[in-house]
């Protein structure tokens, strides 16, 4: 019972980091697309703007661990992973909704369960585990 309870204070954990990040994230993209009018480059800019916010609260305030090189190296690849796949995900659904910001938030969702699921298994999972140990 304690460990299914544990399981969700991290899982609410990451759902607050998600949005701080995806607050972070959004603003800027906002602000990069009002500016530019470009889909691509505005998501990249908000996506490395909220890289560092985000693993930061990963590692200080998710899964309460300090960050090590090969944990910051396999977030960013899943950065990188989710950002293409979100990043296709905006286009073709841009395609139907006219908003881009209601566009990437749609797809951000779309992502949200394998990114936690991702980085509580591989990208932290090791540590926690070896902590548990």
Do not use: C, H
């Not at 609410?12 to 603003?27: C, E, F, N």
């Not at 305030?61 to 905006?90: C, D, E, H, P």
């Not at 395609?95 to 969702?109: L, S």
């Not at 936690?116 to 926690?128: I, N, P, T, Y």
């Amino acid at each position: 019972m304690l460990d299914s309870a544990q399981i969700y204070f991290v899982l609410l954990r990451y759902i607050a980091s998600s949005l701080i990040t995806a607050a972070i994230d959004i603003v800027v993209f906002a602000t990069a697309i009002a500016w530019s009018g470009d889909l691509l480059l505005s998501n990249s800019i908000g996506r490395m703007v909220a890289i560092w916010a985000q693993f930061t609260l990963l590692q200080k305030f998710v899964f309460r661990l300090r960050g090590s090189t090969k944990m910051f190296v396999a977030y960013l690849g899943l950065v990188v992973v989710s950002g293409i796949v979100s990043t296709a995900l905006q286009i073709q659904i841009a395609n139907v909704v006219p908003f881009p910001v209601a566009a990437k938030i749609i797809a951000e969702v779309s992502v949200f369960l394998f990114n936690f699921l991702f980085l509580r298994d591989l990208v932290f999972g090791a540590s926690v585990n070896a902590t548990r140990d």
